[in-house]
């Protein structure tokens, strides 16, 4: 016997974490194009969850939390990964990024895995990299 069971449209949604949501949320829908999916605030004002979209796909924004060792990587020198979005022209959203303030690490280049791509840090110093895949 078998079962069926629902697959979810999204399956993995990213959570990073941020001193101050609020201020992370408008940054990536002002320099990188995401869209709102919201702000969620405590009974005292303070937000303490966000959304974007890019597309379909969220990425939640949670809030600082030492009880469950949930740090932002502001000030850290180093990262331990970033996320990778895929857009339609790396060099008109470089562009926009760029001109909106965005900290490029590196300008849009032709990558060996098929990308070509560019390298940018939030406010926070979360890793961002924005690429279209090269044709052929």
Known sequence: MTTQQNTP???????????????????????????????????????????????????????VAPDHQMASPRGCSQSHGGLEIAVEDVDVHHAHSEAAGADIEYPPADKPYGFRE?????????????????PG
């Open 118 to 134: 560019y390298g940018a840090r939030d406010p926070e110093n979360h890793r961002w990299w924005f690429g279209t895949p090269l």
């Open 9 to 63: 449209r999204i399956a993995v949604v990213p959570v990073l974490v941020y001193e101050d949501i609020e201020a992370a949320h408008d940054f990536l829908i002002r320099t990188f194009g995401f869209t709102s999916g919201g702000l969620q605030r405590d009974d005292s004002g303070n937000v303490v969850h966000g959304e974007v979209r890019f597309g379909e796909a969220p990425v939640w924004l949670h809030a």
